[in-house]
């Protein structure tokens, strides 16, 4: 179990909370167990429709979804008191229309900045 600074885990309510959201993941060298003092913190927000990020923009820079392209398709970089917090936002009508390929073999390769060799759908 890893324990969440109190505003770490306020952002996390916030997020599980906004209209749209289905789940919230922690991720990164956080949830491994091998980030240090100076990590930041990941989330995953996965989502259906619409999200409204409007309780985020007063943490830090938000990317509406589509922002970013269609598979990590937009985010956020919020301070949560000293710690910083990445999300990245997931569209879950997507994560399962490409698993359902996966499924079947089939997978396409999205360029996206950051990504040296692609993010694979």
Not at 18 to 40: E, I, K, N, T, Y
Not at 67 to 93: E, I, M, Q, S, Y
Request: a negative charge; one cysteine or more; glycine letters at 14%.
């Amino acid at each position: 179990m890893i324990d969440l600074p109190e505003q770490v885990a306020e952002l996390a309510k916030v997020l599980a909370a906004m209209p749209g959201a289905v789940a919230v993941a922690l991720g990164g060298s956080r949830a491994l167990g091998v980030g240090d003092a100076d990590s930041d913190w990941d989330f995953g927000l996965y989502y259906r429709g619409r999200i409204d990020l409007a309780a985020l923009t007063a943490r830090g820079t938000v990317h509406p979804p589509g922002a970013w392209g269609r598979l990590l398709n937009g985010g956020a970089f919020l301070r949560c008191g000293t710690a910083k917090v990445d999300v990245a936002l997931r569209d879950l009508d997507v994560v399962e229309h490409w698993t359902r390929r996966a499924g079947q073999g089939e997978f396409e390769v999205d360029h996206m900045l950051g990504f040296v060799a692609g993010l694979p759908t």
